[in-house]
């Protein structure tokens, strides 16, 4: 079986890709499996360049293809100043936990949007690095909604799931069963396919 490296300390995300990779005979790992972890300015422009940063830098200390990915968010009538962009995590340029995440967008929601919701997308960045060759993919997914009303249920890593809705399915996102991801077409093997390609 072939390893790879995710650069990242986000479980949720390597869970994202496990199965899919273990069906095509890849093992995942994650930087918490290593001795030395990193500590990478991810000061790219877009979610493109931060992967490269970080797949570079991590490539340095492993023998292993390395992935590594950033996403961007884009939300749609808030100020430009509030544009979140590459920085959805940071605000004010304070680091904000999965709760002030939550707190933070969800009142954005409640400010600037039409009945508490405002339409959003993701674009995707992931680099991969395999004996010197880098590769890239980027990808975005249907628009969503943020909402100022919270789910009950929060999954660790991905905090803004909890006041994200799906507007085919009218469900949060932590509501989404298996089955209504294979209604929504939304198994992501296009990017396992780019990895699988590509190690």
Known sequence: MKKILFATENQSKVER??????KNNIEIVSINDLENKLEVDE???DAIENALIKARAYTKITDIPVIAMDDNLYI???????QPGMYVRRVNGKRLSDDEMIKYYSS??????ENGKLTCRWIYGMALINNGSE??????KD?????????????????LNTISI?????????????EDK??????????IDFICKNI
Request: aromatic letters at 14%; glycine letters at 6%.
């Open 166 to 178: 799906n507007k085919k399915l009218n469900k949060y996102f932590t509501d989404i069963t298996d």
């Open 182 to 191: 294979k209604l929504l077409n939304e198994d992501e093997s296009d990017v």
């Open 143 to 159: 628009d969503f909604y943020i909402t100022d009303t919270p789910s009950d249920k929060i999954k660790k890593g991905y905090p």
């Open 17 to 22: 890709f496990k199965k899919g990779l273990l």
């Open 135 to 140: 590769k890239t993919y980027t990808w975005s």
């Open 43 to 45: 000061n790219g422009k």
């Open 76 to 82: 749609d009538d808030i100020p430009l100043e509030k």
């Open 108 to 113: 954005l929601a409640h400010t600037y949007g």
